[in-house]
């Protein structure tokens, strides 16, 4: 095993003896960077996803105090129809899902969202979605077919524990060809403790 140098030209060199025989060999490179560094994607298709606190639905927010609803807006733009569509949405690490489903959630809470955006005749795509999982770490949305056009999902998190989080970037692929992919940037959310 080997380090690369960052920044720098690296080079791996293999190697063997004089003789018959055959050299078998696997590279394999692992790259990490913060989740704030990851730069947007677009292979077939372009997802973004922006942070509003709850009562300003025109200002994206990379911060909210403990207790603060945040609206989750991701953005799914298919320049062609896609079949068996997925959308993975990580959330920030110190955030919880607003589940309205449960008994126990304040009927307040806005209940998840989707429709195409620029439509006004929007409520005829509703049913394209199959199904949405609301997950500790991460939203999924599933559609068998899914028509070229630009769909907007909302939901809502609930900042619960204060500190600085990487967020992972919103994923969205063909599930059969997933070559066919689009991808947000990463982005660094702030909870801050309340007064």
């Given amino acids: 095993m080997c380090s690369a ?88 690490a110190g955030t919880e ?17 989707i429709r195409p955006d620029q439509d006004p005749y929007w409520y005829w795509g509703w049913w394209l979605f199959d199904r949405s999982e609301l997950r500790d770490e991460q939203l999924n949305l599933y559609a068998d077919f899914l028509p070229r056009g630009t769909y907007v999902y909302t939901y809502q998190v609930r900042a619960s524990v204060p500190g600085e989080f990487q967020t992972m970037p919103s994923h969205a692929y063909a599930f059969y060809f997933p070559e066919v992919f689009g991808r947000g940037a990463g982005t660094l959310f702030t909870v801050t403790a309340a007064d």
């Fill in 97 to 113: 899902p607003v589940d309205t489903s449960l008994l126990t959630t304040s009927q307040l809470d806005q209940a998840p969202t």
């Fill in 5 to 92: 140098v960052r920044d720098e030209i690296n080079r791996v060199t293999i190697s063997r003896s004089a003789g018959e025989g055959v050299l078998y060999y696997t590279a394999h490179l692992n790259a990490r960077l913060w989740a704030s560094e990851a730069k947007p994607i677009s292979r077939g298709l372009t997802v973004t996803r922006e942070f509003f606190l709850e009562g300003d639905p025109e200002t994206p927010v990379t911060e909210a105090t403990m207790g603060d609803v945040i609206n989750v807006r991701v953005t799914i733009t298919l320049p062609q129809e896609i079949y068996y569509f997925v959308l993975e949405d990580p959330i920030p």
